[in-house]
């Protein structure tokens, strides 16, 4: 997966809702960053989820995504905004985003990319 190949929301909330399903494919896409997302809310969630599986915590859940964005000045009024239930909303409906190995979570990307050049 490459960084410019996140760039619209639908790609950034398979990426989030992959993770949430597979943390250990943060390894896969290890390269992306926060700041490569459009929404902030989803780079945020991004940035929460890799400070997790990088400490080793595989369960990751909205009180875990929200404690990690409170834990820094910068994301703390994020994790105001967004409160556990929109997370866990999210966590909810995130198996129909989510891809079950690393070469899906590529395809679609790839895909689109190649059809945009």
Known sequence: MRAEDINSLESESGVIATLIHHPEFYYYSEHLLPGHFTNKENGCMYAAITRLVTSE???????????????????RKLAEELQVERVSEFIEMSDVLARGTVEELDLPMADRSSRIR
């Open 57 to 75: 915590i595989t369960n990751i859940d909205a009180y875990n995504i929200i404690e990690v964005l409170n834990a820094s000045e910068a994301t």
